[in-house]
Structure formats: C-alpha cells, structure tokens
Nanobody, 127 residues
Framework: VQLQASGGGLVQAGGSLRLSCAAS????????MGWFRQAPGKEREFVAS????????YYADSVKGRFTISRDNAKNTLSLRMNSLKPEDTAVYYC?????????????????????WGQGTLVTVSS
C-alpha cells in the first residue's frame, strides 16, 4: 500500500487548507485511516481518524470543531479539511492506514496500530 499526502503549504492564521491522501496498491475501502502530525522538536501526535465506512470519526481535542476528516472510497482518497488554522497547527502532516478488520464505525487512535504511512506534507501557519 502506498499513501501520497499533498495539499500542505503556507497559510495565515485563521485561514484554511485541505490536505489529501491518495492510496494505491491495497484495498483502501477496508482500511481505517488516520491523520497525524509532527511539529518541530515534538513527537508525532494523533489528529483524526475515520472508520472504513466513513461513519465513524474521532478528533484530537486540539482540532475538534476546526478540522474535518473525510474519505471517498470510490476514489481511494482521504481528506482533512482544516479551518481556523493557528500557528500551533504548524507541522508535517501524515496520513496512515490500518488494515486490521474492524466494525464499520471503529476508529483507531494509536499511532503504533497503523500499518502504512505517507511521506508527510508540511503545513505552516503564520501569525
């Protein structure tokens, strides 16, 4: 499975960005998907997860109400819509796939549970 993240860039505080993650080589529609981020000098942290059906989602408290995770199983694409961006959202954002079978609305928060990772896309939010 290969994951290709894109859509990062430089944005002013309060602005918006939409990240995308294109999957190939596997059965995207059966994977729980997640977004993680790593800020400079910090450990990678969980941002959001979505179940394979799309019916279950979960967000880190720091992004809840501002970010929206979604997926299009027909197009093998994962997205993260980021609104009201803050300087503390500056990080490299990674998409990840978890291939273990789960119930339709199960999400996965643990970084170590994910099997496949994209290369990351940099988001920089200026104040």
């Amino acid at each position: 499975v290969q994951l290709q993240a894109s859509g990062g860039g430089l944005v002013q505080a309060g602005g918006s960005l939409r990240l995308s993650c294109a999957a190939s080589g596997g059965t995207f529609s059966s994977y729980v998907m997640g977004w993680f981020r790593q800020a400079p000098g910090k450990e990678r942290e969980f941002v959001a997860s979505i179940s394979w059906s799309g019916g279950g989602t979960y967000y880190a408290d720091s992004v809840k109400g501002r970010f929206t995770i979604s997926r299009d199983n027909a197009k093998n694409t994962l997205s993260l819509r980021m609104n009201s961006l803050k300087p503390e959202d500056t990080a490299v954002y990674y998409c990840a796939a978890e291939e273990e079978y789960h119930l339709p609305e199960t999400v996965v928060l643990q970084e170590t549970a994910y099997d496949y990772w994209g290369q990351g896309t940099l988001v920089t939010v200026s104040s």
